[in-house]
């Protein structure tokens, strides 16, 4: 509805009605008038209706919804099942052109303004979080390990002669195989013990440049947001010497937006040092479906490089879910969200060191995770051999997710490299460990429950240690809870609950 359309109602409905209903059209507009001049996250938050009025009329600038369209090429937006046209907001024409995902495309001129929308919206949220003098980001439509892999290709054409990329330690499947999907070998560097943190060897990192030479290494590809007892990487200090011998850095900052103290870290990295780019996931940062990240980084020309380095068009669905969610929370919305977080991290580090003490284990102390808490197995361990993975097994079938129980000794193998010790970041970690996060959108129940069905396995465990060796083995999944009432526990045989 225009001016002149609202002038002609006024000739149907009474004047002083349609006048209310401009009003309220206008108070709709103005928000987006906002959001278009400065290419911001609001404030405040949007209401449903504002989202849904600002979707269709950018929907509506799509040559596919032209009226009178009559389309005779390959890709015209066609789409067969009205419920997917529903679910994208009638966005068909995805983001991007086949040379560049950053371009504007002739007739998705909607689909364009909600690209760059996004991405103007994204770097806003990453200096809210910490990281002030981020020059360029953008949406892609892949996961953190894929969006890696993306980065290292980019570098590639900068150093051709590279053939290593230097990568202190985790035990994260997807940003060791990032690396060997860009065609390059990862040069591992093993993590030194302090205390019960497992942190970067910088004298080690140092030392396998030396040992290859400076031209033959792509980059250090450090880490933020981890696992305890594993800790996010020193980055100034990595910052420090990639500068010194004049080598590219790419950080794996997968969940680290949500951390003040992982932005941080980048921000001082890129202030004393080199930073490339940093890599993070929607998903764990924003809680959008899985399928999207932003890279971002403090050199604008390369950040366009690497938007340019993606083949041919993408599609919107990740960049949508973002948009929306932001404009959705606004920017008080999502503080308060960090916020939070930061608050039930501490009340999860109280409820597990009490009950690590009352069943005799230990909360380790990983001061430098921000994120991530541990919590010692050693007592389960002596119960039973197997009563470690058990426990993993037990938890899962009693619905708590995310959990993760290491245990000692376990090898594993990809891309032909051997890992031993995996998922505990070192060859010989001291003892086997259970982990737990804090991460953005968790809840002080969620902690409650999650500390009740623990107390109930480590009990069921210890009480009859002889049991776990002897009985049935077998999955059991179940959405009853009375479960965790059973008199005999559950249990897997070599049971794998991690990635």
């Known amino acids: 509805m225009n001016s002149e ?17 401009s009003q309220a059209r206008r108070s709709h507009e103005q928000l987006i008038r906002h959001l278009l001049e400065q290419g911001k996250c609001p404030e405040e938050g949007w209401s449903e209706s504002t989202v849904e009025l600002f979707l269709n009329e950018l929907a509506v600038m799509d040559s596919n919804n032209f009226l009178g369209n009559c389309g005779v090429g390959e890709r015209e937006g066609r789409v067969a099942s009205s419920l997917v046209a529903r679910r994208h907001y009638r966005l068909i024409h995805g983001i991007g052109r086949s040379g560049d995902i950053a371009a504007i495309q002739p007739k998705a001129a909607g689909s364009s303004l909600l690209n760059k929308l996004t991405n103007s919206v994204a770097l806003d949220i990453l200096k809210l979080s910490g990281v002030r003098s981020v020059a360029s980001c953008f949406v892609v439509p892949m996961a953190t390990g894929m969006s890696l892999t993306l980065c290292f290709l980019t570098l590639r054409h900068r150093r051709p002669k590279a053939r290593y990329i230097i990568w202190p330690r985790i035990d994260q499947k997807s940003c060791f195989k990032a690396m060997i999907t860009a065609g390059f070998e990862p040069v591992v560097v093993e993590n030194v013990l302090e205390g019960d943190e497992l942190r970067t060897d910088l004298e080690a990192v140092e030392r396998k440049i030396e040992e290859l030479g400076a031209d033959n290494v792509l980059c250090v590809h450090s880490t933020t947001s981890c696992f305890a007892p594993r800790v996010p990487d020193r980055l100034e200090e990595l910052a420090t010497m990639c500068a010194k011998y004049n080598i590219p850095h790419i950080v794996n900052n997968a969940y680290g937006v949500q951390s003040s103290k992982c932005m941080h870290l980048i921000q001082q990295g890129a202030r004393v040092g080199r ?82 003490s009352a069943h005799g284990e230990r909360l380790l102390h990983t001061p430098h995770n921000p994120i991530s808490l541990a919590m010692s197995l050693d007592g389960l361990q002596a119960e039973s051999d197997k009563a470690v993975t058990h426990l993993g097994s037990m938890l899962f079938t009693r619905q708590v997710s995310g959990a993760r129980v290491i245990p000692l000794g376990k090898e594993q193998t990809i891309s032909g490299h051997t890992f031993r010790g995996f998922m505990s970041h070192s060859e010989e970690y001291p003892c086997p460990y259970l982990n737990a996060a804090s991460a953005v959108g968790i809840t002080r129940d969620d902690v409650t429950l999650c500390i009740k069905r623990l107390d109930k396995c480590l009990k069921t465990l210890k009480k009859d240690g002889n049991a776990a060796k002897s009985s049935p083995c077998r999955w059991l999944f179940t959405t009853d809870l009375k479960l965790e009432q059973s008199a005999l526990p559950v249990y897997t045989e070599n049971a794998v609950l991690y990635d």
């Open 275 to 356: 930073i490339d780019a940093f890599v993070q996931s929607l998903d764990k940062n924003f809680m959008v479906p899985v399928g999207g990240a932003i890279i971002a980084g403090f050199d604008e020309p390369f950040i366009q490089e690497i938007s340019k380095m993606y083949p041919g068009r993408a599609s919107a669905s990740p960049s949508l879910d973002v948009l929306i969610t932001l404009l959705t929370l606004g920017a008080s919305g999502y503080k308060k969200l960090l916020s939070e977080r930061k608050e039930i991290y501490s009340f999860l580090a109280q409820e597990l060191k009490s009950l690590a």
């Open 5 to 21: 359309n609202f002038s002609l109602s006024e000739k149907i409905v009474s004047s002083s009605y349609i006048r209310q209903g």
